[in-house]
């Protein structure tokens, strides 16, 4: 039987990883669903999404399906299964096939004191490829960056999401962000 509550040090690859995923949760109290970490063991994926994002760590525990509350309590963090189970959304539908996307690699990190900086130049990266009347929110492209390499990919001609994959450790994550109309 899959266990219903997980704990592991918040310091560490997998409690970065979990942390990075509940970064895009919901924090709108009118959609309790939208602020709850879904784990789908087909996909091997723990995700959150707050329906302009949506952060994902692809990895293998032996974890029930369903949706998460989320804690952090001083140096662990814990997932317990929340007791208001409901359908999530298809979010392996919404991450973008990129035969058409153009890629670029972008190297960074969130811990330098010039992070503001380093993220100003991914926004700018991300702005010049895209179609001139959308923009994309500062603030969820700068959470979607990791220490270290992201791959970038970003659709030249379309309303489609942007989509960031990088590594913590062992795991494999990514962010998808929609873009927004001017």
């Not at 662990?76 to 359908?87: G, N």
């Amino acid at each position: 039987m899959s266990m219903t509550t997980l704990t592991v040090p918040a310091k560490g690859h997998i409690g970065e990883a979990i942390r990075y995923v509940a970064s895009a949760r919901s924090k709108d109290k009118m959609d309790p669903m939208m602020s709850k970490i879904y784990y789908s063991p087909e996909h091997k994926t723990l995700v959150a999404t707050d329906k302009h994002r949506m952060h994902l760590v692809v990895f293998d525990i032996d974890l029930e399906e369903g949706l998460y509350d989320f804690y952090k309590i001083t140096n662990e963090i814990r997932l317990v299964r929340s007791d208001r189970q409901e359908a999530y959304p298809p979010f392996n539908k919404i991450i973008p096939q990129v035969a058409d996307y153009k890629r670029f690699e972008f190297k960074g990190t969130k811990k330098d004191k010039n992070s503001i900086v380093v993220a100003s130049r991914l926004f700018a990266q991300v702005i010049k490829q895209i179609k001139e009347d959308l923009t994309v929110n500062f603030e969820y492209l700068s959470d979607s960056m990791l220490d270290g390499m992201m791959t970038v990919y970003v659709h030249p001609t379309s309303v489609a999401p942007i989509l960031s994959e990088s590594v913590i450790g062992e795991y494999l994550t990514k962010a998808v962000i929609m873009p927004i109309r001017m």
